[in-house]
């Protein structure tokens, strides 16, 4: 095989090695980013927060109404067991009742609220919780999808590094140090000549020029300074 061959067949394999190394990036990046899990994640210990406080608030709220209805019971109690003589006690207890009940109305109404409150977050948690499952098991199938592509395309690079290393090793080491140079500034460093033209820059190349080249002579093009090659 030509000088120029060799190089051809080296920049296929680092074309190729960079198309697997593009996809492996692609397929780790698939396997971390859990941006949307821990967005869902979060909003759902939020609203779990948000539902104990508010379940809280509720049990306060009628821990109150009881108390105040206990309140009035205790008042009754005392207004008809006929055992408050006290014609000035009486009233004030009459006064006392009267203002307790006219507080169990609005302590119902408060109570009535936050129950309403708590289903409304109730019923929040279990969308989120919903979604949360479902992102969940989309994780998990893109774990169960990606873990063995990426293993595959590990083992992938680890052969084209190796033929890579093979085949750098018969090149000829000025030769490879042009093509590796072209190839850090230009991308590619070897490119065809077709109906006379260097398919890197498309001028025409001196008949003389590709000639040598095609002789297996390592020819540079005298425009874009890559390696010519002809089959
Ligand atoms: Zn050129």
């Not at 397929?27 to 971390?32: G, P, S």
């Not at 989120?128 to 992102?135: A, S, V």
């Not at 293993?151 to 690079?157: R, V």
């Not at 820059?201 to 080249?213: F, G, L």
Request: charged content about 35%; overall charge neutral.
């Amino acid at each position: 095989m030509s000088l120029a061959g060799q190089l051809y067949k080296l920049q296929q394999l680092d074309l190729e090695l960079q198309r697997n190394q593009q996809e492996l990036n692609e397929v780790e990046n698939q396997l971390i980013d859990n941006k949307a899990l821990a967005v869902a994640e979060s909003k759902a210990a939020s609203q779990k927060e948000q539902l104990e406080d508010a379940k809280r608030k509720q049990r306060s709220s009628e821990w109150e109404l009881e108390d105040t209805q206990e309140k009035i019971r205790q008042i009754d109690s005392k207004l008809y067991s006929g055992k408050t003589k006290d014609p000035k006690e009486l009233v004030n207890l009459e006064k006392e009742a009267k203002g307790l009940k006219s507080q169990i109305r609005t302590k119902e109404d408060a109570l009535l609220g936050l129950m309403s409150q708590v289903e409304e977050i109730e019923a929040k948690v279990k969308t989120t919780t919903e979604e949360l499952e479902r992102l969940r098991r989309e994780w998990e199938q893109r774990q169960e999808t990606f873990r063995p592509r990426k293993g595959e395309i590990e083992t992938m690079l680890a052969k084209l590094r190796g033929n890579r290393n093979g085949l750098s090793q018969q090149i000829d080491s000025e030769a490879f140090n042009i093509y590796e140079r072209i190839r850090l500034t230009m991308g590619q460093a070897v490119v065809k000549v077709e109906r006379g033209r260097c398919l890197g820059c498309h001028i025409t190349v001196p008949t003389s020029q590709w000639q040598k080249a095609k002789a297996g002579d390592l020819i540079q093009c005298n425009n874009c300074s890559r390696i010519l090659y002809l089959e």
